[in-house]
């Protein structure tokens, strides 16, 4: 029996954790994956105060696990199938046991949402910057989506590619200012305006893309046998297994606590209905949901 569950280790995750340790409660976190969550695959971390210099995703996610597991928190790497959060006892089933607590943390974010077009699966199509970007030293790669996310691994590649093509649905970039002067100052970054990808065609790699004028619905093929697609396209949050919440577009109401709408289950980040999904959100839902989740166990 655990004081608190915590369910992901993204910084929400993690900081929550930390905080319902430092109450002297017993903490687990449970984490499919690795800590860190999607900041952990990212380029660059950027505006989170107090940052380290040249911080990347990966020295990141490293930070905090080495922080959790220093305050004494236990991480285990399991993937959860099933919660029964109703009740004084919450119960979290994994693909290995299950678990007993008297409060329980939702932190398991998003997964990057997928475009749904054929030819998706194909090699070289939804790619990671940091992972596969020098794979595509010198060659052509296509950045799926205009917002801060997207053009911030778009300036990554553009270090790394020969050519970088960033493909937005809106008439320009979504992203933050400085973003947008960064990626101007590239010469070989390409803005594709108000189109999006609809398909992409090859026998096993990519070899031809087709995208769509979002105005007009004219189709434009592109060969391009050696490039490498990237898609940040948004995320989809991780909650399907929540069936006992009702939610809002798929995210989880919460209040100033960061509870839920069931007594002892507290939601925090990503997953969570908000405006602002950003690190430094992220970790300021994870203090408040696990300060709050000590206070009531």
């Keep these: 029996m655990y004081d608190i569950i915590v369910i992901g280790a993204g910084p929400a995750g993690i900081s929550a954790a930390i905080y319902g340790k430092s109450r002297g409660k017993k903490v687990l976190v449970l984490e499919k994956n690795q800590v860190g969550g999607l900041i952990?695959?990212?380029?660059?971390?950027t505006h989170y105060t107090a940052i380290v210099k040249e911080e990347t995703g990966?020295?990141?996610?490293?930070?905090?696990?080495?922080?959790?597991?220093?305050?004494?928190?236990?991480?285990?790497y399991e993937t959860v199938t099933e919660t029964m959060l109703a009740g004084e006892r919450k119960k979290v089933v994994t693909d290995i046991q299950q678990y007993e607590s008297r409060t329980l943390i939702l932190a398991n974010g998003g997964s990057g949402r997928m475009l749904g077009i054929?030819?998706?699966?194909?090699?070289?199509?939804?790619?990671?910057?940091?992972k596969d970007g020098l794979d595509y030293k010198g060659?052509?790669?296509?950045?799926?989506?205009?917002?801060?996310?997207?053009?911030?691994?778009?300036?990554?590649?553009?270090?790394?590619?020969?050519?970088?093509t960033i493909v937005c649905v809106e008439d320009e970039l979504a992203c933050i200012q400085e973003f947008k002067e960064k990626a101007a100052a590239f010469d070989n970054i390409e803005i594709?305006?108000?189109?999006?990808?609809?398909?992409?065609?090859?026998?096993?790699?990519?070899?031809?893309?087709?995208?769509?004028?979002?105005?007009?619905?004219?189709?434009?093929?592109?060969?391009?046998?050696?490039?490498?697609?990237?898609?940040?396209?948004?995320?989809?949050?991780?909650?399907?297994?929540?069936t006992e919440l009702k939610l809002d577009g798929g995210y989880i109401p919460v209040d100033d606590s960061m509870q839920t709408a069931i007594p002892g289950v507290f939601a925090a980040g990503d997953i969570c209905v908000k405006k602002v999904r950003q690190v430094a959100t992220a970790v300021a839902d994870g203090a408040v949901a696990g300060i709050q989740a000590a206070a009531v166990c």
């Design 118 to 130: 054929p030819g998706e699966s194909l090699k070289g199509v939804r790619l990671n910057a940091p």
């Design 192 to 242: 594709m305006p108000h189109a999006s990808l609809t398909a992409v065609y090859g026998s096993e790699a990519v070899e031809e893309l087709e995208f769509t004028d979002n105005k007009t619905g004219k189709k434009h093929m592109v060969k391009d046998a050696e490039c490498g697609v990237f898609v940040y396209a948004g995320i989809v949050p991780n909650t399907q297994m929540y």
């Design 139 to 164: 060659k052509n790669v296509y950045v799926i989506g205009g917002a801060d996310g997207a053009v911030k691994e778009a300036l990554y590649l553009a270090g790394i590619a020969g050519k970088v």
């Design 58 to 76: 990966k020295t990141f996610a490293k930070r905090m696990k080495e922080q959790a597991i220093g305050a004494g928190v236990e991480i285990r």
């Design 40 to 45: 952990g695959t990212v380029s660059t971390v």
